[in-house]
């Protein structure tokens, strides 16, 4: 769990996708989302990215905008 939380001091879609991940292992889904949401500004087209939405989505019922990024991942 270390390195996903250092994961967060980087800026790339990679760092902010882990760092994403550390958050919601942590139980803190809104940062988790932001996180993924700064992520994929950097990279849109990231597929780990539209899936970890696509997760956070679904973990708060937003059922059909998780189906949205499941789509487009």
Do not use: C
């Amino acid at each position: 769990m270390t390195l996903l939380k250092k994961g967060g001091t980087m800026r790339s879609v990679d760092g902010l996708t882990a760092r994403a991940l550390y958050l919601e292992m942590t139980g803190d889904n809104q940062q988790a989302e932001k996180a993924v949401r700064e992520g994929l500004g950097v990279k849109p087209d990231s597929i780990e990215g539209r899936i970890a939405l696509a997760s956070l989505l679904e973990k708060k019922g937003d059922r059909e905008n998780a189906a949205l990024e499941y789509v487009n991942a």
